[in-house]
């Protein structure tokens, strides 16, 4: 086939072939085990309050650098507990590290990553506000909910692990009276390392959890980063369980500790089985 005849017939074929394949592509994902859908137990808790804790920085760098590409929260670490917890009745704060706008990683928001709660949230102004002026950790007051959640995202790496104002509201809800679920997604299970009982011991260590994998943070090639969920929950004394596939991208799991107060979730592909399954502990308790 010559240029000419490749350029009038060829091209156009190969161009639509890339279109379908671009078109296909979120649907590919979802497949593979991206975004999968929650197919378990649906609870409500009418009159419930819920409250997710994101991260407040914003760029993915060297540390103590400030150049490098935008990050913050994954995008879905924070909007489907949102929904969920919406969704069962509760009303749902939001906060983050140090208060005010939430960063949040473009590319989790984006074009094919996205997912149908993102896009909710896009024209969902009451949340936008909340997002756009979160409250600071320091400032909450733990008394008032029963389930707190820590979204992840690779910004959670540089602020959430190293905030004792986290730590300390942590610690603050595993003794509230509520006795609220302490929950976490991703990079979020990093508010969890630092948080101690009121023996001075870690509250995370000999429980079952679970966050981003050594693995999967190895095959993104994102090591600048100065924490990494698995090493450190193990550090903490976690007893750190998870979930493996071709890439761990794909994969999923979600740990109860034996207490069931604290229910983490292993990565992006977690927020909404982790948000249903502490919904279903509140709604469970009722009945006991």
Excluded at 19 to 31: D, G
Aim: proline letters at 5%; charged letters at 20%; hydrophobic letters at 40%.
């Amino acid at each position: 086939m010559n240029i000419k005849k490749f350029l009038k017939v060829g091209l156009p074929i190969v161009a639509a072939i890339i279109a379908l394949i671009a078109i296909a592509l979120p649907t590919l994902l979802h497949s593979a085990g991206l975004h999968p859908e929650y197919t378990g137990e649906v609870s409500e808790y009418p009159g419930g309050k819920a409250l997710i804790i994101t991260t407040s920085h914003g760029v993915l760098s060297e540390p103590g650098s400030k150049d490098g590409p935008p990050t913050g929260v994954a995008a879905s670490e924070m909007t489907h507990p949102y929904y969920v917890f919406q969704g069962a009745g509760m009303d749902v704060d939001v906060a983050s590290v140090a208060g005010g706008a939430i960063p949040i990683d473009p590319q989790t928001i984006s074009f094919p990553i996205k997912t149908e709660y993102e896009e909710r949230f896009e024209s969902d102004s009451v949340f936008q506000a909340k997002a756009n002026n979160s409250i600071a950790v320091g400032d909450v007051d733990v008394s008032q909910y029963d389930v707190i959640f820590l979204a992840g995202g690779w910004g959670a790496a540089y602020d959430m692990g190293y905030s004792q104002e986290l730590a300390n509201l942590v610690s603050a809800a595993y003794y509230s009276p509520k006795k609220p679920i302490i929950a976490s997604v991703c990079h979020g299970a990093l508010g969890l390392i630092d948080a101690k009982d009121q023996s001075g011991n870690l509250l995370i260590a000999g429980r079952r959890a679970t966050g981003v994998t050594d693995k999967q943070v190895k095959e993104l090639g994102i090591d600048v980063t100065p924490m990494h969920p698995e090493t450190e929950l193990r550090k903490a004394g976690a007893i750190f369980e998870s979930a493996t596939a071709f890439r761990d991208l794909f994969a999923t799991w979600v740990s109860v500790d034996d207490e069931q107060r604290f229910v983490t979730g292993q990565n992006q592909n977690s927020g909404l089985e982790t948000a249903h399954k502490a919904v279903n502990i509140l709604a469970q308790r009722k009945t006991q």
